[in-house]
T-cell receptor, first 112, second 110 residues
Framework: DAGVTQSPTHLIKTRGQQVTLRCSPK?????VSWYQQALGQGPQFIFQ???????QRGNFPDRFSGHQFPNYSSELNVNALLLGDSALYLC???????????FGQGTRLTVV | GDSVTQMEGPVTLSEEAFLTINCTYT??????LFWYVQYPGEGLQLLLK?????DKGSNKGFEATYRKETTSFHLEKGSVQVSDSAVYFC?????????FGKGTRLHILP
């Protein structure tokens, strides 16, 4: 079992650009959540996808959007990038209702 | 709203010392409680968990007990090793959403 895999591992973008991050959940998991971890901080919940729909959302602007595919994989899209969007983006997968989340290694996004 | 507060670091200890990292939470219901660990340059790994009051989670010599009366979930280890150096996050979870504390950086000196 490969666990949760994210791509790419590192990314550099220019302010104002758009970015797409990808996540494949752990085998058997149906729920994908995305988190933003700024340097020296704890991860902050962005949103969660279940059955291809956004089920919960944290306090993030509409520039942050996502998608879940029929195979449960997921994408996180960020439009109009700001310098403050520079962070480690973590994907977590879980089996709905079981509470325990498994995290990927993250994508380090740098906005310049 | 729901939140997690944990002791600020960094915490520096000598090898074989006793470790306590304090964590308290506020929640409207009865969440599950977790400790995650993050090694340099890596993602988060679940260290231990507890799903209801008085449960004790344990793993790799670490322990934490879910205390509803004090809304706490303090992490302890009797004898730390250099390899335990990492950032530790206390967290609560409900409906598959996890709320994290800010993290405590732990340095263990040989």
């Amino acid at each position: 079992d490969a666990g949760v895999t994210q791509s790419p591992t590192h990314l550099i973008k220019t302010r104002g650009q758009q970015v797409t991050l990808r996540c494949s959940p752990k085998s058997g998991h149906d729920t994908v959540s995305w988190y933003q971890q700024a340097l020296g901080q704890g991860p902050q919940f962005i949103f969660q996808y279940y059955e291809e729909e956004e089920r919960q959302r944290g306090n993030f602007p509409d520039r942050f959007s996502g998608h879940q595919f029929p195979n449960y994989s997921s994408e996180l899209n960020v439009n109009a990038l700001l310098l403050g969007d520079s962070a480690l983006y973590l994907c977590a997968s879980s089996l709905a209702g079981f509470g325990e989340a498994f995290f990927g290694q993250g994508t380090r996004l740098t906005v310049v | 709203g729901d939140s997690v507060t944990q002791m600020e670091g960094p915490v520096t200890l000598s090898e074989e010392a006793f470790l306590t990292i304090n964590c308290t939470y506020t929640a409207t219901g009865y969440p599950s409680l977790f400790w995650y660990v993050q090694y340099p340059g890596e993602g988060l790994q679940l260290l231990l968990k507890a799903t209801k009051a008085d449960d004790k989670g344990s793993n790799k010599g670490f322990e934490a007990t879910y205390r509803k009366e004090t809304t706490s979930f303090h992490l302890e280890k009797g004898s730390v090793q250099v390899s335990d150096s990492a950032v530790y996050f206390c967290a609560q979870g409900r409906d598959d959403k996890i709320i994290f504390g800010k993290g405590t950086r732990l340095h263990i000196l040989p």
